[in-house]
């Protein structure tokens, strides 16, 4: 964790591991999850499976995965996409819905900024988001992302939404 301040708890970002397979599909049960991150709702246990299973094993140049654990348990995924030689954007998924709001996807963003920083030299993070999501919206402008564009919309809880884009230069 990057901030000083003291929380009463600990959050760890981590590879992923076929091992998560179960928390995975408890999220593939949370409507509210799926529908915030266009998950098909009562997807058959072996899709996910198949699917987490590729994310595991199939890792590529330009997207990392990491597991975001929160008191020893897996609780989302933080991905750094189109990685560049000093850019890449940002992803935050938090899978246990009942945790959204509590700070753990800022926490879990700058640990996964700070790893891309030190590790792949990364300075430049993109983001995006839906206008409509205000947690994901708070947690950027916390962060210091600095919205560069409205381009695009999705349907984000059932609903059009335009899209966000978001910058942030990162220094350690």
């Given at each position: 964790m990057r901030n000083n301040k003291k929380t009463s708890y600990s959050i760890k970002i981590r590879p992923i591991s076929i091992s998560d397979y179960g928390a995975v599909l408890?999220?593939?049960?949370?409507?509210?999850?799926?529908?915030?991150?266009?998950?098909?709702?009562?997807?058959?246990?072996q899709k996910v499976y198949s699917w987490w299973q590729k994310c595991v094993n199939n890792p590529a140049e330009t997207f990392i995965r990491m597991g975001i654990e929160f008191d020893g348990n897996l609780?989302?995924?933080?991905?750094?996409?189109?990685?560049?030689?000093?850019?890449?954007?940002?992803?935050?998924?938090?899978g246990e819905s009942t945790m959204w709001g509590k700070g753990i996807g800022f926490e879990a963003a700058m640990c996964i900024m700070d790893f891309a920083s030190?590790?792949?030299?990364?300075?430049?993070?993109?983001?995006?988001t839906h206008e409509s999501n205000n947690r994901s919206r708070k947690m950027?402008?916390?962060?210091?992302?600095?919205?560069?564009?409205?381009?695009?919309?999705e349907i984000y809880l059932g609903e059009?939404?335009?899209?966000?884009?978001?910058?942030?230069?990162?220094?350690?």
């Open positions: 408890k999220w593939s049960q949370d409507e509210i999850f799926c529908r915030a991150n266009q998950w098909e709702m009562n997807r058959d246990s609780i989302g995924y933080a991905d750094l996409a189109n990685i560049t030689d000093d850019s890449s954007e940002l992803g935050i998924a938090i030190r590790n792949l030299g990364i300075k430049i993070f993109e983001a995006e950027l402008s916390k962060i210091g992302f600095e919205e560069i564009s409205r381009v695009g919309s059009n939404s335009r899209l966000i884009q978001y910058r942030f230069n990162f220094t350690i």
